[in-house]
Every structure is written in C-alpha cells, then in structure tokens.
C-alpha cells in the first residue's frame, strides 16, 4: 500500500491550497483517512479526519477554513485549505487505517509530506 500526497506549495497568506492523497495498492477496505502537519521544531499533529461515511472532525486552529473531503471511488482525500496563515506552514502528511485483506487486521499507513509555506 502506497499514499501519495499532493499539493503543497508557496502562498501568501489568506491564499488557498488544495491537498491530495491517494492510496493505492493491495487494498480491501480504507476505513478513516487523516492529514496531519508537523511545522519545524514542533510535534506532529492530527489537522482533520474523514470517515468512510464521510464523517469530518478538525483541529479548533482550522475550523471554518480548512475542508476534508473524500472520494471512496478512487480512495483519495482532500484538504482544501482557505484564509491560510503563516502559522499554517508545516510538512502535511496524508494517514491512512487500511485493510489490506478481508480477513487481515487494519494498519496506519503514512505518506510522504508534502511542504506548505505561507508568506506574511
């Protein structure tokens, strides 16, 4: 199983970005999909969640302007980032719980990151 994230890049800050990540694979089911940041000298951290069903949870520092979105079809999400602030800059990472097999337990399954910087 691979996931490959998509999206970063240099923008000024209240600009937007949109992220992608797809998994890809031998994959029996993708169960909650997740992007988490991790800006320099500082722990990762959990930014949003999406549900198979489609259910969204974010971190407060994002609400209102950032947006989780999914599509089963082609097991990939999005994170559709609006009103962006420097302190938003960070490596973003795409997670993945997946079933690789019917009968097989579900895994963590990580990305590479891909680098969002704001500009003041």
């Known amino acids: 199983v691979q996931l490959q994230a998509s999206g970063g890049g240099l923008v000024q800050a209240g600009g937007s970005l949109t992220l992608s990540c797809t998994a890809s694979?031998?994959?029996?089911?993708?169960?909650?999909m997740a992007w988490y940041r991790q800006a320099p000298g500082k722990q990762r951290e959990l930014v949003a969640t999406?549900?198979?069903?489609?259910?969204?949870k974010y971190v407060d520092s994002v609400k209102d302007r950032f947006t989780i979105s999914r599509d089963n079809n082609v097991n990939t999400i999005y994170l559709r980032m609006n009103n962006l602030k420097p302190e938003d800059t960070a490596d973003y990472y795409c997670n993945a719980n997946i079933r690789q097999y019917r009968f097989d337990a579900a895994m963590e399954y990580w990305g590479k990151g891909t680098l969002v910087t704001v500009s003041s």
């Open positions: 999406v549900t198979s069903g489609g259910s969204t």
């Open positions: 694979g031998m994959i029996f089911v993708v169960n909650t």
